[in-house]
């Protein structure tokens, strides 16, 4: 969207949409995105219309066409700097002859008012045109905003000084340039000019400040490879721009190119730098086999690699969907304050007309009831407001990208201000999630070999670690072929082998009534004792095989569990393997509570017993039976590259496979409350000070103006410090 200058802007936008029936839309000033949700029958051009008609200009957002060298803020801030520079070498002069032809009449030479109209001209004209121009824009479609209080403020000042200046001759001060500066004077073509020169300056600086807030997108939209040597049928390369590579096609990664695409390495080995995708600085070494992430980057070796996943369905692609439309949302402080602004501009010519009016009526001369009424239109500012939110969101998103944080949206804020117990996964979040099959014990008249491999021909079609485990224990010849593959969430599997049906999972799902052999029964606890994992193998309704795989802690585990102890945050942790092998990590982590043996809907009741208590709960998990717990959490953290189903539930994405991560998104996310707060504060108390200092005539309308300026510059810089955070985790008082 383009037109929008301030939050009045949004907010008009926003209630022009959404008085279109079935449309519910929310508009975003600092990203100038509007997200909408509308009924079939309205189209991209229907819903461009109407924001044409409240004044603005719209087209389609198309993610495709994202363009990191695309800065719209960057080419405002060069346009407005031309005239900033014009409008500041004139001002110079024009301030000074005003001072002096004002306290000192005798220097008043003849033509003396052709002289400042001389310098004035441009600043009033060329330079605050673009004031104007919106200000007419707007009064067309009966809108006001931020350039309406400019408009009126600089117009009313210059036609004021003309009429002083060849009317009445301007009054003199026996207080010296001091006073005559910060007191009722008639002529105000030199605050007309500053006033037009601090606007000037404040957008310039927060259109600077803008580009730098969305310079971690565009970063992170940089990185993505533009060209790829795709290899040809006959062994030659060809080098294609990297939108025209297709699934399946094989391509060539040299030493210091951007991997292309998601894939398979086919040949080769490398070391790949993947601090752009996960904020890991080590290299991960690949081989033949592994996979890789597009983005990332081979530091040496030459790779073959057979592109999986293209285009828009790239986990690049998707970590850039990510950033943007977490910047696009609104937190609860930002409709707030767009509801405000959307009527603030309308309340403040009345303030200022009803200021002349009360100074009139209280016996002021008509420069000093000019003056109030001149300061309370310069100094009103609805633009911080506007920015306050979103600008922060801006910045913490796109910091966030570079540290393997990715805040889906506003939610990921508003929920972590009060967390105070968190429940963890234990397979893949507490623990590696590369389990590995440490024991196989059948009963007479069973080979172990043969149940091992009759485990892993209906394993092979799952998802779960332990699924992985039992399936890289055999090889592809050894396993029959699965038939009717059954997948029960949280309990185990079930299939067709040889005939035979072949059921492996939970202890407790596949012996339910069915006896155990003593042997396997004992083999289980021996096992489960040492913290090891055990499924159950049945074939044909008697449980014939046991499997013991086993799981490492993660290093970063228990320094995590500890700091989030320190911070007075509760933990848990929740899982579906046995209570002795939870009961060992949890242990050697130091985590509080653990709730064993769970199926994914007991998962969810325990978060929602916590939630009934009171309790501020976050989830941590990575599968597909963390999914439910994730969405039903106060907050949903997703750790490690996960599944979609836990990816889609979650509120932060945690890219690194790295419990600390947990922490510094926390850290995170209530940093940018604590900034958020900070600029509504300003943006709310700057106003509520500064409009009544202004109608008591304390405040000249030239100080004015560089304050409403002022006050836009300070939300963006705030926010722009949000830059600079490098993950710490001590977030008491925010």
């Known amino acids: 969207m383009s037109g929008m200058t301030c939050g009045a802007c949004a907010a008009r936008v926003e209630r022009k949409l959404n008085k279109v029936e079935g449309v519910h839309a929310s508009v975003n000033y600092a990203t100038r995105?509007?997200?909408?949700?509308?009924?079939?029958?309205?189209?991209?051009?229907?819903?461009?219309?109407?924001?044409?008609?409240?004044?603005?200009?719209?087209?389609?957002?198309?993610?495709?066409?994202f363009d990191p060298d695309?800065?719209?803020?960057?080419?405002?801030?060069?346009?407005?700097?031309?005239?900033?520079?014009?409008?500041?070498?004139?001002?110079v002069p024009l301030a000074d002859l005003s001072i002096m032809f004002a306290t000192v009449p005798a220097t008043r030479i003849t033509g003396w008012q052709w002289i400042l109209i001389a310098l004035a001209a441009p600043i009033l004209t060329w330079c605050a045109w673009p004031f104007y121009k919106v200000a007419a824009r707007n009064l067309r479609v009966g809108a006001l905003s931020m350039e309406t209080l400019i408009s009126v403020g600089v117009l009313a000042a210059t036609v004021w000084s003309l009429i002083s200046m060849f009317g009445e001759q301007p009054p003199t001060s026996d207080d010296g340039v001091w006073q005559a500066i910060l007191g009722s004077d008639s002529i105000y073509l030199e605050v007309a000019a500053g006033v037009t020169v601090f606007v000037l300056?404040?957008?310039?600086?927060?259109?600077?400040?803008?580009?730098?807030?969305?310079?971690?997108?565009?970063?992170?939209?940089?990185?993505?490879?533009?060209?790829?040597s795709v290899l040809l049928s006959d062994g030659t390369e060809m080098r294609l721009p990297v939108e025209e590579l297709k699934e399946n096609q094989r391509f060539v990664v040299r030493p210091g190119e951007t991997i292309a695409a998601d894939g398979l390495v086919m040949s080769g080995t490398a070391s790949i730098d993947m601090s752009a995708m996960t904020g890991e600085s080590r290299p991960t070494d690949v081989a033949e086999g592994d996979s890789v992430i597009g983005g990332t980057v081979s530091l040496n070796g030459r790779l073959v690699v057979e592109a999986a996943k293209v285009g828009d369905d790239t986990q690049f692609a998707a970590m850039v969907r990510l950033v943007e439309e977490a910047q696009s949302g609104k937190a609860k402080a930002q409709r707030l304050a767009d509801r405000i602004a959307g009527i603030f501009v309308p309340?403040?010519?009345?303030?200022?007309?009803?200021?002349?009016?009360?100074?009139?009526?209280?016996?002021?001369?008509?420069?000093?009831?000019?003056?109030?009424?001149?300061?309370?239109?310069?100094?009103?500012?609805?633009?911080?407001?506007?920015?306050?939110?979103?600008?922060?969101?801006?910045?913490?998103?796109?910091?966030?990208?570079?540290?393997?944080?990715?805040?889906?949206?506003?939610?990921?804020?508003?929920?972590?201000?009060?967390?105070?117990?968190?429940?963890?996964?234990?397979?893949?979040?507490?623990?590696?999630?590369?389990?590995?099959?440490?024991?196989?014990?059948?009963?007479?008249?069973?080979?172990?070999?043969?149940?091992?491999?009759t485990a892993a021909a209906v394993e092979v079609a799952s998802e779960h670690a332990?699924?992985?485990?039992?399936?890289?224990?055999?090889?592809?010849?050894?396993?029959?072929?699965?038939?009717?593959?059954?997948?029960?969430?949280?309990?185990?599997?079930?299939?067709?082998?040889?005939?035979?049906?072949?059921?492996?999972?939970?202890?407790?799902?596949?012996?339910?009534?069915?006896?155990?052999?003593?042997?396997?029964?004992?083999?289980?606890?021996?096992?489960?004792e040492h913290g090891r994992t055990v499924v159950y193998v049945a074939i044909d309704g008697a449980v014939c095989g046991a499997i013991a795989v086993s799981d490492t802690v993660k290093d970063s585990a228990a320094p995590t569990i500890t700091e989030l102890r320190r911070l007075g945050i509760r933990t848990l942790m929740v899982t579906g393997d046995n209570a002795a092998a939870a009961q060992a990590v949890a242990d050697e982590v130091g985590i509080d509570e653990v709730l064993a043996e769970v199926l994914p809907s007991e998962k969810v009741a325990r978060i929602e017993r916590l939630r009934g208590e009171g309790r501020v709960v976050a989830m941590v998990g990575d599968g597909i039976n963390d999914g439910p717990a994730l969405a039903t959490a106060d907050l949903g953290l997703a750790i490690g590259r996960g599944t979609d189903v836990a990816i889609a539930a979650a509120d932060i994405i945690l890219v690194r496979n790295d419990l600390g991560s947990v922490v510094e998104a926390l850290g995170l996310a209530r940093a940018t409350r604590h900034t958020i707060r900070t600029n509504m504060v300003w943006a709310f108390g700057y106003n509520v000070a500064a409009i009544p200092i202004a109608a008591a005539g304390l405040l000249n309308p030239l100080i004015a103006g560089a304050a409403m300026a002022f006050s836009s510059f300070f939300v963006v810089w705030n926010s722009l410090r949000l830059r600079r955070y490098a993950g710490e985790s001590r977030w008491e008082g925010n």
């Open 466 to 528: 332990v699924a992985k485990a039992i399936v890289d224990a055999t090889t592809a010849d050894a396993r029959p072929e699965v038939h009717e593959f059954v997948a029960d969430a949280g309990k185990g599997v079930s299939g067709v082998v040889d005939g035979h049906r072949v059921v492996v999972g939970s202890p407790r799902w596949v012996a339910r009534g069915i006896a155990v052999p003593a042997d396997l029964a004992r083999a289980r606890r021996d096992a489960e």
């Open 347 to 453: 309340v403040v010519i009345l303030i200022a007309i009803a200021t002349v009016g009360a100074w009139l009526l209280a016996g002021a001369d008509t420069d000093k009831a000019f003056a109030a009424g001149l300061a309370v239109l310069v100094i009103a500012c609805p633009c911080a407001l506007g920015l306050a939110t979103p600008t922060a969101l801006m910045v913490a998103s796109g910091r966030g990208a570079q540290l393997g944080i990715f805040l889906k949206g506003h939610h990921a804020l508003d929920a972590s201000r009060e967390i105070d117990t968190i429940v963890f996964d234990k397979t893949g979040t507490i623990t590696r999630g590369e389990l590995t099959v440490v024991g196989t014990f059948v009963s007479a008249g069973h080979d172990a070999d043969d149940v091992l491999a």
């Open 33 to 65: 995105v509007a997200t909408i949700d509308a009924p079939d029958s309205l189209g991209i051009d229907d819903l461009c219309s109407v924001v044409d008609t409240a004044g603005y200009a719209a087209t389609e957002r198309v993610r495709a066409a």
């Open 201 to 228: 300056a404040g957008r310039y600086f927060e259109a600077r400040a803008r580009s730098r807030a969305g310079g971690a997108l565009r970063a992170l939209a940089a990185l993505g490879a533009k060209n790829v």
């Open 70 to 91: 695309d800065d719209p803020d960057r080419r405002y801030a060069a346009s407005i700097f031309r005239r900033l520079v014009v409008a500041l070498v004139l001002f």
